[in-house]
């Protein structure tokens, strides 16, 4: 999986989100090392749609109404596993690499 | 939605159509809100530089949604299928090399933007025709001097009812005069620019309001109401754009005046930056008045009639007056003039020339990408050979060629487009005020011009290299592409002509841009005349029947001195008719009471009102005589002080003071003398000037309402309290034109300062193509020659050697060009000779300085790969064979 599905697979987990709630989550949390802009956040929408990883929803109640007009994605059932076995894989790497010495100093 | 969603919006057509349908608004919205709060978060810099990414990550995302066909040698196909087919090639092509790429494209777009740009403001002000309806049949009649020979004086109002009265060729005659007025008793008080016309103004232009009524015929008789039109950009300033203010009442110099209309936005003429249009309503001594001369005439051709019908009918009307009134009318002519041509009179030379540099920038940076796509032609030859071995034909690798050129000068010209469109504005500053549009973007004809001039280009850079490459035989082809040394004579020869044509081109940019900057250097090192520096001037416009007599006129300039004069910080205040550089101000005829010889010439002179310490205030230094002071009251006897010029002129050299003059039939005597002061601009050489000193008397027009205020530091801190200390004065008294002499100084230079931007811009670039081309021939001549290099240096010929041959092939086509260029130069200046007046760069002193500076630049071009072709290895080349 492309780091940037993992990415917006990553920014679905807890709730349904609009595209430009997408880009602000990664950019939150990547403290804006990953940067996505929308020709390449909707081009991996379309994948994962079609891939049935993320599917459209209703937008939730708590929206306001500027945000209704949007239209909001979630994890289908099937993205959030294969987010969850990315998760799994990456960490083993990770604790791997960290085994061989590639630790940071934290 | 702002331009750069706009562009972003479009450049989704790249998209496949699905793609586009399902995601294009959420894409669009998005990146407006990323925009905007990057801008929020990072500032401007930060957002136009998302944007541009943003941009980038469009077409990458365009890119990769079109699918990517399966095979690597498609099905022969219907002809847009191998349209495709090329274009798609085409663009992997220059994917492939994005240095290269990219250097293409930028030069390419720097020459059609500078074009674009140039056209435009070329279109805007000459060709395209002013915005009126039927704008050919407008015209401007003038009065002339038969004797003097001068065109296009102001008509006086008792001629203009002549003509009127008298012409049939003309479906409407109307009059208009620019003056200021005051408006009070509305918040602060404040001079505005107004246009007293002609009830049959608006028709005649064929105008209609945007609100309300055109003026009706007897509001334009002095029993009339008096009413006033609202240019639109007053309405929107001043009232809020707000429909109630029809029917209002505004105080203009006292007297009550009723809204009756706004004009519409579009209606630039005479200038843009009037604020209202009155009826003249002249009473009866101005209407009969046959020697002041102030009003513009502007007419409509009756249907049928020509200009030159219509010139024999009026010349014949103004013989007909000199007879009937020969004491005004003598020598009166009258000249009939297209109102376009009237108003682009001045401009074409300037302009031409602009284009005409811009064009051959333009031709140079086609020229360089020729050559560009000729080296990575010969580059390819073993790819193009392998093609047509395999079976391509000959115009199926043309069609290759020309597509690689198409895309390239396609890319180009819409970069270009851009970087014109935000150029444009600047150009606004070529614009004089009294046309009546500014430039704000491109005009559809614009778009077409580039459009056009990129494919021009496209030919021009596609044509040249495809054809050399694909005559030669494909054998050849092969066997000189397999063995790299002297692969290509007669591409070769073709690069060093181009190369030849660009040194030559450049020598003529580099040529007038020397030119055009000495003359600028000179221009801003001229002495003014007085000392710009800590200088304030404001304009302080008395009118109303308040100030109706002249003592309270020089009651207020008196008092208003006394004030300023005594606010800390202030070293001096004077005041004066018209400020030097500020445009117009006015002249007026005089003669020399028993002249030495008698003149040659009609006297004439500059002539301006001051206030007693107008001279010192502005650091005009007193030559000889006398200053004015207390003593010149309106009792005294009438003095004068004269400049310099006027002394040389008609005093050849001996004192002119003591001499009498006799002004409008006053008799005044001259006591004093100061030094001559740049009056109009910098470019003109000073002219004779009178000044009178205002409390004597009145001289109507030439009455003080400008005034200047030298401080001891940083003027603008001052400016509050001095505005204080008017409406300590009155109240009611509005302040315009606040400015430092230092601003009018520059901004007299502005247009000047453009120009010579534009072109020192446009030698710099040719400059640095030049050296480009001559770097590339050199490098690939030094490259496809290691063998050759090698054997003769294995045979013992020293790097020294070895460099002197290098230079000799680069700088050989150098001094051709140079030598071509200079006899272009000489002949440009020929042409041009006499008509512009920056245009001399015919003479030997800019021969030798540009020819200097590009024989240097080009030295410096061949020096690298010769000094490169030193370490070439003799062995390595050798056995690389």
Known sequence: MSPIHYHVLLALGDEPKHGYAILREIDERTESMVRLLPGTLYSTIKKLLAQKLVEECAPPRQADSLDERRRYYRLTELGRRLATEETDRMAALVRRARRKGFAGSR | MSPSLRLYRWLMR?????????????????????????????????????????????????????????????????????????????????AAKPGYTVLVILTLATG?????????????????????????????????????????????????????????????????????????????PEQLQALRVSATFLPVLGIQPERGRVFAPEEDRPDGERVVLLTHGFWQRRF?????????????????????????????????????????????????????????????????????????????????????????????????????????????????????????????????????????????????????ALGASRSRILVQLMTEALVLSAIGGAAGVLLGHGCVSLMGTLVPLHLERGITGFHPAT???????????????????????????????????????????????????LVVCQVALALVLVGLGTVTVRSFVQLSRTDP?????????????????????????????????????????????????????????????????????????????????????YFRTMGIPLVAGRGFDSRDGPEAPKVVIINRSLS????????????????????????????????????????????????????????????????????????????????????????????????????????????????TSFASAALLLAALGVYGVVSYVVSSSTVEIGVRMALGASGRTVVGWVLSQGLRPVLMGVTIGVALTIALARVLGGYVAIAAPGQPWVLVISSGVLSFVALAAVLIPAIRATRVDPLRSLRAD
């Not at chain 2, 930060?46 to 095979?71: C, G, M, N, Q």
């Not at chain 2, 850079?461 to 092969?478: C, D, K, N, V």
């Not at chain 2, 003027?715 to 109240?731: F, N, T």
Request: charged share 20%; proline share 5%.
């Open chain 2, 648 to 759: 040389q002129r008609f005093f050849a050299g001996e004192s002119a003071i003591g001499h009498h003059l006799n002004i409008w039939g006053e008799r005044v005597e001259i006591v004093g003398m100061v030094s001559d002061v740049q009056q109009f601009s910098f470019a003109e050489e000073p002219r004779p000037a009178i000044y009178v000193a205002a409390p004597q008397r009145s001289w109507g027009y030439f009455d003080p309402k400008e005034v200047a205020i030298r401080t001891r530091s940083n003027p603008e801190a001052l400016i509050g309290s001095i505005r204080a200390e008017v409406w300590a004065v009155d109240p009611e008294q509005p302040v315009a034109a606040i400015r430092t002499m230092d601003t009018i100084v520059v901004s007299s230079l502005s247009e000047d300062r453009l120009r010579t931007l534009l072109l």
């Open chain 2, 240 to 388: 809020g754009g707000r429909d109630s203010v029809l029917g209002e009442t505004l105080s203009l110099d006292g007297n009550p005046y009723r809204v009756v209309g706004v004009l519409p936005a579009s209606l630039r003429f005479p200038n843009r930056e009037l604020d209202l249009f009155t009826p003249f309503a002249m009473n009866a001594d101005e209407a009969q008045q046959r020697s002041s001369h102030y009003l513009t005439v502007v007419g409509r051709l009756a249907p049928g009639v020509s200009i030159v019908n219509a010139q024999e009918e009026m010349t014949a009307i103004a013989a007909a007056l000199e007879r009937q009134y020969p004491d005004t009318n003598e020598d009166n002519g009258v000249a009939i003039t297209s109102l376009h041509e009237h108003l682009v009179t001045g401009l074409e030379q300037s302009l031409f020339l602009l284009f005409g540099a811009v064009s051959a920038l333009l031709l140079l940076a086609v020229v360089n990408v020729a050559n560009l796509l000729l080296a990575r032609g010969s580059a390819r030859l073993r790819e193009i050979a392998l093609r047509s």
């Open chain 2, 14 to 94: 790249l998209c496949p159509e699905s793609f586009r349908a399902r995601f294009a608004d959420e894409m669009l919205e998005d990146l407006a809100q990323i925009i905007e709060t990057t801008r929020r978060e990072r500032g401007l810099w930060a957002a136009k530089l998302l944007y541009i990414r943003a941009l980038f990550d469009l077409l990458r995302t365009a890119w990769s949604e079109h699918p990517v066909p399966k095979t690597a040698t498609p099905s022969p196909g219907t002809r847009t299928d191998a349209m495709t087919r090329h274009f798609r090639d085409a663009i992997r092509q220059l």
């Open chain 2, 447 to 497: 778009y077409v011009f580039a459009l056009v001039l990129t494919a021009v280009v496209a030919a021009g850079i596609g044509l040249m290299p495809s054809l050399s490459l694909t005559r030669r035989g494909f054998t050849s082809m092969l066997r000189a592409s397999a063995s790299s040394t002297r692969a290509t004579g007669s591409m070769n020869r073709i690069r060093r002509a």
């Open chain 2, 529 to 613: 005349g007085f000392r710009a520096e800590n200088l304030l001037t404001m304009r302080v416009q008395l009118s109303g029947t308040r100030y109706a007599e002249h003592a309270a006129r020089v009651e207020f300039y008196r008092e208003l001195e006394e004030r300023i004069s005594r606010l800390p910080g202030v070293s001096s205040t004077g005041a004066v008719s018209m400020l030097p550089l500020t445009g117009g101000g006015g002249s007026v005829g005089f003669d020399i009471e028993s002249p030495l010889e008698p003149p040659e010439t009609d006297p004439i002179a500059v002539f301006r009102g001051v206030t007693a310490s």
């Open chain 2, 112 to 188: 059609i933007g500078a074009t674009s740009a140039i056209f435009e403001t070329v279109y805007a002000v000459l060709l395209r025709p002013p915005a009126f309806s039927d704008p050919e049949e407008l015209v401007i009649v003038q009065e002339t001097d038969l004797v003097r020979g001068s065109t296009g004086d102001d008509a006086s109002p008792a001629n203009f009812a002549d003509w009127r009265a008298a012409s049939k060729s003309f479906r409407g005659l109307a009059a208009m005069a620019m003056t200021t007025v005051n408006l009070t008793g509305q918040g602060e």
